[in-house]
């Protein structure tokens, strides 16, 4: 089965913070996905990378910034936290090819910003 | 309008009921869609996957697709508390497109 591990499950940071989420797979996937889900908003696509050292912007990228140093590592990072920054944070990954091929996630770090 | 339109319920329903989840889109484009079920405090996990229309069924679970009205259905026979969960829809143009999802609807399974 495809594992993918998110560092922590909660998560107390302070606003002005600089934030790390870090996510991990097993399964030698190149695709990774970071998401933030919310009440009301569903999940919401920040940024995704197709390879190493490769990322794209996803629908909410404003405040966040990724690192992908090692295929199977995907970071999250927010410069500096602000409390709108409050969420579920999820990673996923994915095999490429054809789109049969399902994303798999971790189960998410709940990050609350004070 | 939204790209894609869910139902966020919550829906409740006794044991042994057929349920119906559904999710409207207004992308023509999308030919690939999914239903993932989502327990609290956990990530998604991937239920059924079809491409363009038709019907796929996988013991209790069918996913219905209607691309001609821009309509997905997943239906639960014999529902059972353990099916108690979030479901949401997603949906994409293709491998090398993002992933599109519902807000998803809250089902409770009442024994």
């Known amino acids: 089965d495809v594992k993918v591990t998110q560092s922590s499950r909660y998560l107390v940071k302070r606003t002005g913070e600089k934030v790390f989420l870090e996510c991990v797979q097993d399964?030698?996937?190149?695709?990774m996905f970071w998401y933030r889900q919310d009440p009301g908003l569903g999940l919401r696509l920040i940024y995704f990378?197709?390879?190493?050292?490769?990322?794209e912007k996803g629908d909410i990228p404003e405040g966040y910034s990724v690192s992908r140093e090692k295929k199977e590592r995907f970071s999250l990072i927010l410069e500096s936290a602000s409390t709108n920054q409050t969420s579920m944070y999820l990673c996923?990954?994915?095999?490429?090819?054809?789109?049969?091929?399902?994303?798999?996630f971790g189960d998410g770090t709940r990050l609350s910003i004070l | 309008q939204k790209e894609v339109e869910q139902d966020p319920g919550p829906l409740s329903v006794p044991e042994g009921a057929i349920v119906s989840l559904n999710c409207t889109y207004s992308?023509?484009?999308?030919?690939?869609f999914m239903w993932y079920r989502q327990y609290s405090r956990k990530g998604p996990e991937l239920l059924m996957y079809?491409?363009?229309?038709g019907n796929k069924e996988d013991g209790r679970f069918t996913a219905q697709v209607d691309k001609s009205s821009k309509y997905i259905s997943l239906f639960i026979r014999d529902s059972q508390p353990s099916d108690s969960a979030t479901y949401l829809c997603?949906?994409?143009?293709?491998?090398?497109?993002?992933?599109?999802f519902g807000k998803g609807t809250l089902l409770t399974v009442n024994p």
């Open positions: 996923a990954s994915r095999p490429p090819g054809p789109s049969n091929q399902p994303q798999h």
């Open positions: 399964m030698d996937h190149e695709n």
């Open positions: 990378s197709y390879d190493v050292k490769m990322k």
């Open positions: 992308n023509s484009a999308f030919q690939y």
């Open positions: 079809t491409y363009s229309s």
């Open positions: 997603a949906m994409t143009r293709g491998s090398n497109y993002k992933l599109t």
